[in-house]
Every structure is written in structure tokens, then in C-alpha cells.
């Protein structure tokens, strides 16, 4: 029992942590919730936050169905791993680069949510990172128990919508937190957590291709 504990424990930080670096990071979707917000109000920007719960599940579902086809070659595997390793290791380099977040007013519109729907969905972000980590991961926690599983989603997401509700109250304020020294510190730190994390995926890598 502490062991099945332990490891689930694992994969509830591993959601949490890309969930959050996910949610703080620049990037189209995070533009839209202040844009939004500074345009209008805080409800239009919260409805931009929560798009993802309408657009990754059929990436999700995408993801998994190529992950399927491909489980019974070790090789290809041993490859989604390591672009996986390299995905993280980019998200942490720029996340570490990061040295705060500048949003022109004049490109908020209207209709919030269905914005936020499509910059999701035309934002190649969330493709690579469901395809080379997050359904791997997904894979992994449910072998493991599926209530695994379900923590690791349900910890990216309130992450994820966390993150980016917390920025639109921030910027409901003032926008000039978004530049502030401890922005700029969390990132970093999550930069560095996100290379310490892309070097398990170089090992599950390197276990595929020794398989």
C-alpha cells in the first residue's frame, strides 16, 4: 500500500507541477485571459481560462488512440520519450527565459470563451505535449490504478485553471504584477523543475530501447 501511495503520489506532482507551468507560461491562450480581462472583466477572462476543459478532450482522446496503435513497439516509444524529454526540456528553457508577460489591450474582443476555444485549438502546444508526454503519462498512472490516473488529470486541470484564474484576478488589479519579481522567480523555478522532469522521460527512453 505505501508503495502504490507513494507512486500515486508521483503522478499527482507530476500533474500539479506541468499543470501549473502550463498554466503561468506565456503563450496564445494565456494572452487571451488578459487581453480579455483588461478589456472587459474578470468573468470574460475566467471564460477563457476554462476553454481547455472544452478543447483537450479530443485531443486527449487523439492522443491516446496513437498511443494504442503504437504500444507494442518498443522503439517508437523509446522516440516519443525522448521528443518528450526534448519538449520538456525547450518548455524549460523558455519558462526559465522568462522575464515577464506584456499584452497589447487593443487585442481583446468580444465572445471570450469561443476565442479561447480556438486559440486552443489552433495552439500547437497542447498536441506536443499530449502526444509525447501527457498520454504516455496517462498510460503509465492507469497501469498503476486507475483512481492514478484520475489524480493526475484532476491535478493538471485545477492546476491549469488555477494558474490562469489566479493571473486574471492579478491583472483585474494590476497588470504590472505580471512583472513583478516573484512572477519571474516561480517561473524560474518551475523552469528547473521542468528539466529535472525531462530527464525521466530520457530514461523511460533509454528502458524502451534497451527492451
Known amino acids: 500500500m505505501i508503495l502504490i ?20 507560461s506565456p503563450g496564445p491562450l494565456l494572452t487571451l485571459v488578459i487581453s480579455e480581462t483588461m478589456k472587459h472583466n ?31 513497439y518498443n522503439t517508437v516509444l523509446g522516440i516519443i520519450s525522448f521528443a518528450g524529454a526534448l519538449f520538456i526540456g525547450y518548455l524549460g528553457y523558455e519558462t526559465i527565459r522568462i522575464k515577464g508577460i506584456s499584452v ?9 470563451l469561443k476565442k479561447g476555444v480556438i486559440a486552443n485549438f489552433l495552439n500547437p502546444h497542447p498536441y506536443l505535449f499530449w502526444c509525447t508526454i501527457g498520454a504516455p503519462m496517462i498510460l503509465q498512472a492507469f497501469g498503476i490504478s486507475l483512481i492514478t490516473m484520475v489524480l493526475f488529470l484532476v491535478a493538471f486541470y485545477v492546476m491549469l485553471i488555477g494558474a490562469k484564474i489566479t493571473i486574471v484576478l492579478l491583472v ?14 516561480t517561473m524560474r523555478v518551475l523552469g528547473i523543475i521542468l528539466f529535472l522532469f525531462s530527464l525521466f522521460f530520457i530514461r523511460d527512453g533509454i528502458s524502451y530501447l534497451w527492451l
Open 42 to 72: 474578470r468573468r470574460a477572462g475566467i471564460r477563457v481560462a476554462i476553454s481547455p476543459l472544452i478543447t483537450d478532450l479530443p485531443i486527449i482522446l487523439f492522443s491516446l488512440l496513437i498511443m494504442d496503435t503504437i504500444s507494442q
Open 172 to 185: 483585474s488589479r494590476s497588470k504590472a504584477l505580471l512583472r513583478q519579481r516573484g512572477y519571474v522567480l
Open 104 to 112: 497589447d489591450d487593443q487585442q481583446a474582443k468580444p465572445e471570450s
Open 5 to 24: 501511495s507513494l507512486t500515486t503520489l508521483k503522478y499527482l506532482s507530476l500533474g500539479g507541477v506541468f499543470g501549473l507551468s502550463a498554466g503561468l
